[in-house]
């Protein structure tokens, strides 16, 4: 596997997580598709069933994971970026093309695979910046996958921002900066997003430098959601815009007060090296542990799964005769390859709770616009920034919720996947009703449930390892696009369309358009906490063992020499 040299020290780590601020934002490319789809109908002459159907292909594309997740243990991160850039700029390239009218008569397939190939430049950006920064910081998962999916969450009022202000409310110049402007900054940053050193002991500033990051975050979320609704309300000069713009930036570059402030003020390093964090993603193999050095998590886990391996007496045996290494099967918390995950029944409860979720999350994320019309509201642009902050302080809060309960009380971050859940199903039963004045309620309520659900970025990282994290959770993750299609494609759109069937219009109004799909999706929330809950219990005691010390206990990871 081709390589960068490892970066050894304490500012490496963090110049990499601020880099990929900047990934993680331009990797929220998918959700400018509402920004642009009216042009492709008004433009390109699409009906409204063609335009869905683009969006189901914008879905596709970026949870399509599973070739990224692979490629993180062959090839360094800058290489997957590089794909990424290329995929974006050939992708949007097309698109840009057709809108502008430039080129002339492109077939809905060719608009259609380039819409997917250009939002699978997103799952590119962010398996090598989220695995990159997970093995750079693998005692503090929880914080890492909630900042950078938090980021990503609020993408979305980024590229707004720049739409309403700069681009000119533009489809076309909005598709130009697509193509041309996310490569050029996945290039400049690609170089610092790489493999460090992380340390084995806990850092007491670690918690002071995360929690900034996340203060920091919030006030960037909450600039982009104030600035989306003055643009919306009120006429600004174009000085104003272009200095609210630059503002915007320097908020983003906020994450590099970290490594500038270790750099001013530097301190003596206590926690020693664990090895390089590409270590983690080493050639795949058999698993494969000294019988003389068992690590301390495999020591723990020893009596949770006590017919994984042959009995005490046998290995004592085997290391009288002078065995150096066994053979075996992976325990939870260790290296899991997909095929060793997929016959493992929490893999797949963990998948259905994430499909479950995320799929009724995402009817309702899709559908937002429709839905303020049947509602009444005329203008949904605060609605839709509305649920964009809301999903990323979801995001951003169940990582730092999660991470507090896992060290101090060993509670699985499943439970809280299936607390919101739980959520949803009160949620989705207020949207039924109907009601003018709940629906901005509902809406900010299942943005965070929705975002709690990327806890499970960080689960399977604990259940199954970090050696092939980025396949494992892509597969997750595809959780994502299935449910879309079944639950927003099948169910809210067939309902929608015979509601507005009834009513003689393209567009249906009143509380009957989603009335049942909520109530569907009610259940399947339900569904889905039961299922966590029986997660939750019975990964129970591996967090007690991995988190015994009130800290992830790694295990040694070995040279492969």
Known sequence: MTKLAEKSGSRPPWVGLAAAAWVQTSAGSGSTFPLYSSALKSVLGFSQQQVTILGVACDLGENMGLLPGYASNKFPPWSM??????????????????????????????????????????????????????????????????LLKGYIGISGCAFTVLFSMVLHHSATNLLLFLTIGIPVICLTVMYFIRPCIPATGEDPSEPMYFAFLLATSIVFAAYLVVTTVLSEVFILPSILKYVLVAIMVL?????????????????????????????????????????????????????????????????????????????????RGEDFKLDQAFVKADFWLLWFVYFLGMGSGVTVSNNLAQIGLAFGIK??????????????????????????????????????????????????????????????????????????????????????????????????????????????????????????????????LGP??????????????????????????????????????????????????
């Open 512 to 561: 009957d358009c989603f009335r049942v799909t909520f109530l569907v999706l009610a259940g399947v929330c339900g569904l889905g906490t039961l299922l966590s809950i029986i997660l939750t219990v019975r990964i129970r005691p591996v967090y007690q063992a991995l988190y015994a010390s009130g800290s992830f206990r790694l295990q040694p990871q070995s040279t492969g020499h």
């Open 81 to 146: 970026l590089l794909i990424g850039a290329s995929s974006c700029f050939l992708g949007f390239g097309v698109l840009w093309l057709s809108v502008s009218q430039i080129v002339h008569g492109l077939p809905f397939w060719l608009l259609f695979i380039a819409l997917a190939i250009a939002t699978n430049s997103n799952s590119w950006f962010g398996t090598a910046s989220l695995v990159t920064n997970m093995r750079n910081f693998p005692l503090s998962r929880g914080p890492v996958a909630g």
């Open 379 to 508: 203008d949904t642009t605060i609605l839709l920034c509305l649920f964009s902050f809301f999903n990323f302080i979801g995001r951003l809060a169940s990582g730092a919720i999660s991470e507090h309960f896992v060290k101090s009380r060993t509670l699985p971050r499943t439970l809280w996947m299936g607390a919101a859940q739980l959520v949803m199903v009160f949620t989705f039963l207020l949207f039924a009703t109907a009601s003018d004045l709940t629906i901005y309620v509902a809406t900010a309520l299942i943005g965070v449930a929705m975002g709690f659900q990327f806890l499970s970025i960080a689960t399977i990282s604990e259940l199954f390892g970090l050696r092939h994290f980025g396949i494992n959770f892509n597969f997750i993750l595809l959780g994502n696009p299935l449910g879309a299609t079944i639950f927003s494609a099948f169910l809210a759109g067939h309902i929608y369309d015979k509601e507005a069937e009834k009513q003689g219009n393209m567009t249906c």
């Open 251 to 331: 908020l983003l570059l906020a994450p590099l007060a970290v490594p500038i402030k270790m750099t001013l003020f530097r301190t003596n390093a206590k926690s020693s090296p664990l090895g390089s964090s590409d270590s983690l993603a080493k050639e795949e193999g058999t698993h494969e542990e000294p019988l003389l050095t068992p690590s301390t998590s495999a020591s723990n886990l020893g009596p949770i799964f006590e017919g994984d391996d042959e009995s005490d007496m046998e290995i004592l045996l085997a290391q009288g005769e002078g065995a150096v290494k066994k053979k075996r099967k992976p325990r």
